[in-house]
């Protein structure tokens, strides 16, 4: 069965650090590019990382520039995003998506369901 699954969401202070994982299943992660999204209740879906095949090349939108870092490891067919310095406005649930070099990113082959990311005090 293909798929992917995050994990490593939860309730986390201003401040504090959460580290989240992406697993892919039924295929090779190593043949696509990889990505983080999030949607917050009420707004638009945003890319916030992405990595590409070999990990040499990463993308953070802006408000995440400098607190997270997007890393995969292939061997483990799995993807990584570390924040750090959370804000309340990073609040959201985080996709994990995998899309073919090339593509846009939001014509994604495979994506998870999500895990939901709350900072809150």
């Known amino acids: 069965q293909v798929q992917l699954a995050e994990s490593g969401g939860g309730l986390v202070q201003p401040g504090g650090s959460l580290r989240l994982s992406c697993a892919a299943s039924g295929f090779a992660l190593s043949n696509y590019a990889m990505a983080w999204f999030r949607q917050a209740p009420g707004k638009e879906r945003e890319l916030v990382a992405t990595?590409?095949?070999?990990?040499?090349?990463?993308y953070y939108t802006d408000s995440v520039q400098g607190r997270f870092t997007i890393s995969r490891d292939n061997a483990k067919n799995t993807v990584n995003l570390q924040m750090d310095s959370l804000k309340p406005e990073d609040t959201a649930v985080y996709y994990c998506a995998a899309v073919q070099p090339g593509r846009n990113w939001d014509q994604y082959d495979y994506r998870g369901q999500g895990t939901q990311v709350t900072v809150s005090s």
């Open positions: 990595i590409n095949r070999y990990g040499r090349i990463r």
